[in-house]
């Protein structure tokens, strides 16, 4: 049973409009969110996270949304750019696990000029 | 170089085969990562070590031996390795935990082709 889910494999949004992407989990005992975004031939880069004690953590035109009742988290793209085409992925930690990241399948953004 | 290398990008094998995955970071982190990417799946952890230490060892069958001879290299010895093993294999490296702030840099990753 998968604990982090990324319900949407793609989605598509116009350049300069939102890009949402969503992340829904299972384990309340979670501490830390992260997305990362990979590129075709490249491996995963880090891109924003957030703690669980927080429910909004900003990084530019990156803003990561956290609801901790809902057990679901948003990254928002603002606005969106070609280059923001990729595959982002969902991960997620809890304080005691070591090295374990559970991760989401993907959702691969495409941005139309 | 810079980040994290992995050698080769692109390996075909046959069942009866026995290769080897190369991974290399510049970095100066302590811990190094071998993860399984299959299309449309998560990524699944496979192996971790520590300062040279394996620390995670997530059931993964035999024909897959990880070494690690110092904190700087990682290595994959892949030996009768089946079809459904074809993925892409990703080398990563951290600073130590991945809890909070502690995020993971990755190589571009090794494409596998068992045939």
């Known amino acids: 049973d998968q604990q982090v889910k990324q319900n949407s494999p793609s989605l598509s949004v116009q350049e300069g409009r939102i890009s949402i992407l969503n992340c829904d989990y299972t384990n309340s005992m979670f501490d830390y969110f992260l997305w990362y975004k990979k590129y075709p031939a490249e491996g995963p880069t880090f891109l924003i996270s957030?703690?669980?004690i927080k429910d909004k953590n900003e990084d530019g035109r990156f803003t990561v949304f956290l609801n901790k009742s809902a057990k679901h988290l948003s990254l928002h793209i603002v606005p969106s750019q070609p280059g923001d085409s990729a595959v982002y992925f969902c991960a997620a930690s809890t304080e005691d696990s070591n090295y374990q990241l559970i991760w989401g399948a993907g959702t691969k953004l495409i941005i139309k000029p | 170089e810079t980040g994290v290398t992995q050698t080769p990008r692109h390996l075909v094998m046959g069942m009866t085969n026995k290769k080897s995955l190369k991974c290399e970071q510049h970095?100066?982190?302590?811990?190094m990562y071998w993860y399984k990417q299959s299309a449309k799946k998560p990524l699944e952890l496979m192996f971790v070590y520590s300062l040279e230490e394996r620390v995670e060892n997530n059931s993964v069958p035999s024909r897959f031996s990880p070494e690690c001879p110092n904190s700087s290299h990682l290595f994959l010895h892949l030996h009768t390795l089946q079809p459904e093993d074809s993925a892409l294999y990703l080398c990563?490296?951290?600073?130590?935990?991945?809890?909070?702030?502690?995020?993971?840099?990755f190589g571009a990753g090794s494409r596998l082709t068992v045939l």
């Open positions: 970095l100066g982190h302590n811990a």
């Open positions: 990563a490296s951290s600073q130590g935990r991945t809890s909070g702030a502690n995020v993971l840099t």
């Open positions: 957030i703690s669980s």
